[in-house]
């Protein structure tokens, strides 16, 4: 049903002195030394370009399922809200090097820009513009310190200093003088849609079942991502019940217990007839894989789950798919995020009397002072709940402000203040108390933990594949009209996503709606506890001399995190496997150039 669709093609459009001349060397791309207003393009794969009746031109990698992408060249923001599917448009006129720019909703196709001494080019990838005219290979510490926290850099920053990525729903005026944005969409939660239990879950089943519907690709060649969970699986279940075809699936799984979701992957495909194609991740070949993470990515990506992800859309494109569905977004307008549930423990005893609060810290402090993960849970849980949100919610993601003395050397914490990452979280957080506490949360989510990191993982892991994603709970209708529902219809008492399950009740199977959510993570952490061979990977990079010439990690932490991971104490691998992919990223891109 797209009305254009272009996703992995490659683009650098640019003009000052050397521009021409920089895009000519540009291995494999077509170059067009006059593209129109002084500018130089060079593009690479399908994509999207033209003009519009007055000759202003455009050029998108684009897969929309409403709309066109000529809607960047009417400079209104209402005409960009209205485009459904994902897209980066660029558009510009003969009369100037001006170039008007904008992202999806989402931001889930990149656009990176830089502008210095004359000099002026926007890419969808940072490693096109890193030997451009006049860019320095100058690393930004701060963006390195939120990927330490967050597992990677939220827009605008990136890891070069000299080079901005384009913002979630922003629309950006950009020429060689300057730049300005526009914020055109951002979540909004007016919760005025009011009615029982029963009434909205028909109406909320309804429109998802249109959403999918429209997300549909022409054609049979085309599949879904399946992992078990009620998202992919409710996304298959209803594709199915729609005919025209038979569903094909891909999911992965793992032969560590705890992480293997396939069980439930198969009893959701078995119950709607979809045809399944499935594949294990082992430790040989995660580890294999890792080279991949690091050309995958065009910036440095820290979420052990790129590598089961990478595995899953490799399997769609050995299985003849063009393009998959995914489920993401689902726990973030449906209410379904674990830590919704928990956060509402934490708030309740955040809301505790002081001299309550203050106690309970006390003997988690002393109780958590050695080697066992229970008590240090409970030290943690004493530390989270004293604190408001957003800052509680950035617990979650705090592994370098917790370590800010013992991991960073002092030269890099003179250029980095400890709440850096923290402010960012509280700007993107906002102060606008009208909405509810759990809208905020989701809303963050939304800007965060969505655009900037779980479609960054599937959009690199799938273009590496030749593969395009799509996303219907990421529709902004159907995001929009979720946002107008009450926040009890999301997560009531503990139960989360209540309304959504009552409107998937009769469509997924009970063992599906009831199962407990487990993630797409990597059990890195077993295999950093218990196979040698990884923990020799992990001593061998990141306390090397060349790691540590980089003089920003402490190496006597790093040690001692092993040590302590490895003894059970706490599960460190998350930060581990980050440190790793940043060093090995930063050795191919950013080293001896």
């Known amino acids: 049903m797209s009305q254009a669709t272009s996703i992995c093609g490659d683009f650098v459009l640019a003009t000052g002195p050397g521009a021409g001349a920089w895009l000519r060397g540009l291995a494999g791309f077509e170059h067009q030394d006059d593209a129109g207003g002084g500018l130089s393009l060079a593009t690479r794969g399908n994509v999207l370009q033209g003009r519009d009746a007055s000759g202003t031109r455009w050029l998108a990698l684009a897969d929309l399922v409403e709309g066109r992408p000529e809607a960047i060249v009417h400079h209104d923001a209402g005409a960009l809200r209205r485009l459904r599917g994902r897209f980066a448009l660029l558009g510009w006129n003969d009369a100037g090097g001006r170039v008007v720019a904008a992202t999806d909703q989402f931001g889930s196709l990149p656009l990176y820009w830089y502008r210095r001494d004359g000099h002026f080019a926007l890419s969808n990838d940072l490693r096109l513009l890193l030997d451009a005219p006049g860019v320095r290979r100058d690393v930004d510490l701060a963006a390195v310190y939120h990927y330490l926290n967050f597992g990677y850099i939220p827009a605008p920053a990136t890891i070069c200093r000299d080079i901005r990525r384009i913002e979630p729903g922003t629309r950006m005026a950009l020429d060689a003088d300057g730049a300005s944005g526009t914020r055109y969409y951002r979540p909004e939660y007016p919760a005025d849609i009011q009615g029982d239990d029963d009434a909205l879950a028909a109406a909320l089943r309804e429109r998802i079942t249109a959403t999918v519907h429209d997300y549909r690709p022409d054609g049979e060649d085309w599949g879904c991502f399946l992992s078990g969970g009620t998202d992919s699986s409710s996304i298959v279940t209803l594709l199915a019940t ?115 609060k203050a106690g309970a810290r006390a003997v988690g402090d002393l109780v958590g002072r050695g080697n066992i993960h229970f008590l240090n849970r409970v030290k ?147 295999w950093l506890r218990e196979d040698r061979a990884t923990q020799d990977l992990m001593r061998d990079v990141l306390l090397d001399g060349r790691t540590r010439g980089r003089g920003w990690i402490e190496p006597a932490f790093v040690d001692r995190l092993l040590q302590a991971h490895m003894a059970g104490a706490w599960d460190h691998s998350g930060a581990i496997w980050q440190l790793l992919v940043l060093e090995l990223w930063m050795r191919k891109y950013m080293d001896g150039h």
């Open 242 to 356: 729609q005919g025209a075809g038979q569903v094909q699936t891909c999911s992965i799984g793992f032969h560590e217990a705890g992480y293997d979701e396939l069980d439930f992957a198969r009893r959701a495909g078995e119950a709607c007839g979809a045809r399944p194609h499935l594949a294990y991740v082992d430790r040989e070949r995660a580890l294999g894989l890792l080279g991949t993470v690091i050309d995958a990515y065009d910036q440095p990506f820290g979420n052990t789950s790129a590598i089961p992800t990478l595995a899953c859309a490799e399997l769609g494109r050995a299985s003849g798919f063009p393009v998959m569905i995914g489920g993401d977004g689902g726990d973030e307008i449906f209410g379904g995020n674990q830590r919704y549930a928990k956060d509402k423990v934490l708030e309740a005893f955040y809301r505790l009397p002081s001299p309550l």
């Open 380 to 526: 943690n849980f004493a530390y989270r709940g004293s604190q408001p949100n957003p800052d509680r919610f950035y617990t979650d993601d705090s592994f370098a402000s917790d370590y800010y003395g013992e991991l960073l050397t002092p030269a890099f914490r003179e250029q980095v203040e400890r709440d850096a990452s923290l402010e960012f979280m509280r700007t993107v957080y906002g102060d606008d108390p009208g909405d509810e506490p759990l809208h905020r949360l989701m809303r963050l989510d939304l800007m965060m933990a969505i655009a900037q990191n779980d479609l960054v993982k599937v959009h690199g892991a799938c273009r590496h594949h030749g593969v395009s994603a799509r996303f219907p709970y990421l529709d902004p209708d159907l995001v929009d009209w979720c946002g107008r529902l009450p926040a009890r219809q999301k997560v009531r008492g503990l139960d989360k996503r209540h309304l959504f399950k009552k409107a998937m009740s009769g469509v997924l199977p009970d063992a599906i709606l009831r199962k407990r959510k487990q993630g797409f993570g990597l059990p890195t952490a077993v």
